[in-house]
């Protein structure tokens, strides 16, 4: 009989994207998983405790994955909030689209209830705690409770944001994603310009983009 392998987390985690890719749906059983890569059950318990938690943790490995790349340029630190969240889409998407296969297959029949899925649970507080530190200007209201009630909107609007664009990638036909590329510009420029209360020349244009691609996907 073969030895048992000694795995890490990152083990279980190629293991198991292989299995849903191959099969569309979970493994039967940790039990069986963990006999068929050859690795003792206990092992899986020491990372996770269901494929459940296991897929969550995929998020926002990708999340981390993504802020290790940006924190390795010299650019990167220098630039301010709405570079740094332009920095951050481009280069998570680049790490969704290199994972596109997975991503699909976790997301795609969620895709228009994204907000509500638990799977990205993780995601959201990696990426709410992000755009909190990027301390993104916003209008001085000169008052703590409203302050803190315009952090919190903030921040979710952003997370909603965030879906959105996951939802147009995940439907995105063109070569490369190149209409998400263009996505990620309009509206995060439209975003930032409306928290700067001057948004019509960004939003419009943003606008247009939006409703051209509703007409010619109609």
Do not use: C
Not at 9 to 18: G, H, N, R, V
């Amino acid at each position: 009989m073969a030895k048992k392998k000694n795995i890490k987390q990152a083990d279980l985690i190629s293991y198991y994207m292989d299995y849903v890719l191959t099969h569309s749906q979970q493994p039967k059983s940790v039990y069986v998983f963990a006999k068929d890569n050859n690795f003792e059950e206990q092992q899986f318990y020491q990372f996770f405790s269901s494929f459940d938690v296991l897929e969550q943790s995929i998020f926002k490995i990708f999340f981390d994955n993504t802020i290790t790349v940006l924190e390795k340029s010299n650019d990167y630190a220098s630039f301010d909030a709405r570079d740094k969240l332009l920095s951050f889409y481009f280069t998570f998407f680049e790490i969704l689209t290199a994972n596109r296969s997975y991503v699909t297959y976790a997301l795609g029949e969620h895709k228009t209830s994204l907000k509500t899925l638990r799977t990205l649970a993780p995601l959201k507080q990696r990426f709410t705690n992000f755009i909190e530190l990027l301390n993104i200007k916003t209008i001085d209201l000169k008052q703590e409770q409203l302050t803190k009630l315009q952090q919190r909107s903030l921040k979710e609007s952003a997370w909603l944001q965030l879906l959105l664009t996951m939802k147009f990638w995940l439907d995105d036909s063109s070569p490369s994603f190149e209409k998400t590329d263009v996505f990620i510009e309009k509206s995060v420029r439209a975003s930032f310009d409306l928290i700067d209360t001057t948004p019509l020349k960004s939003l419009i244009d943003f606008g247009k983009f939006i409703y051209k691609e509703k007409i010619h996907s109609n």
